[in-house]
């Protein structure tokens, strides 16, 4: 079975800090990945996804995530936090070809401060 | 096009009562799926169906009942509710023949109270 572990609950960054939230997902095979968000009050968005090729991706907003097959992660970076970007962070594992269900982390809350 | 579409955005039962959570989507998408989600589980899959007439249990799937008459709709139906459905209830759907690494589209949830 597939499962996803996303490492903090609760972030807190001032505005202008650096972003990684961590994702490390359990699965042996083939994996498409993906970061969602949801803002306060909003349903899920796809943030970033990645199926093959270069493994580090480039999503919305200027997050980008990098996939490390030999870590088993898929962590969100973003240089520069806004204030806006306050919101909560899913990571998400689709294990293999043929299989629709999509496993989602426990979510990661970021708070940015003014 | 609407996207997906979740009707009521919010309920409150009291336990024993039964009632169904619509959706719908206008995209033509074959893989429909329920999600809840509560603070602190993230969202966890308790069913989906890959087509009209097909469908199958996630991860929670336990006090929920669904059908896919057609491609449109993909309701979820409790029996009798429970305090420990209290969750906020999202509907996803995505195209199936583009293969599994397509995003889900979701609808704006369900706020779900059993008292």
């Known amino acids: 079975a597939q499962s996803v572990s996303q490492h903090n609950h609760h972030v807190i960054l001032s505005e202008a800090a650096s972003l990684e939230l961590g994702c490390n997902y359990s699965y042996g095979g083939t994996v498409n990945l993906f970061w969602y968000v949801q803002y306060p009050g909003q349903h899920l968005q796809l943030l970033l996804k990645?199926?093959?090729?270069?493994?580090l991706v480039k999503g919305i907003k200027g997050f980008e995530a990098e996939f490390i097959k030999s870590k088993f992660s898929f962590n969100l970076r973003k240089p520069s936090v806004q204030w806006s970007d306050t919101a909560e962070y899913f990571c998400?594992?689709?294990?293999?070809?043929?299989?629709?269900?999509?496993?989602f982390g426990k979510g990661t809350k970021l708070s940015v401060i003014p | 096009n609407a996207g997906v579409t979740q009707t009521p955005k919010f309920q409150v039962l009291k336990t024993g009562q039964s009632m169904t959570l619509q959706c719908a989507q206008d995209m033509n998408h074959e893989y429909m799926s329920w999600y809840r989600q509560d603070p602190g589980m993230g969202l966890r899959l308790i069913h989906y169906s890959v087509g009209a007439g097909i469908t199958d249990q996630g991860e929670v799937p336990n006090g929920y009942n669904v059908s896919r008459s057609t491609t449109e709709d993909f309701p979820l139906r409790l029996l009798s509710a429970a305090p420990s459905q209290t969750s906020v209830y999202f509907c996803?759907?995505?195209?199936?023949?583009?293969?599994?690494?397509?995003?889900?589209?979701f609808g704006s949830g369900t706020q779900l109270s059993v008292l």
């Open positions: 998400a594992v689709n294990g293999y070809a043929g299989s629709y269900q999509l496993t």
């Open positions: 990645y199926f093959s090729g270069d493994p």
């Open positions: 996803a759907s995505r195209p199936r023949d583009r293969g599994t690494n397509e995003k889900l589209f």
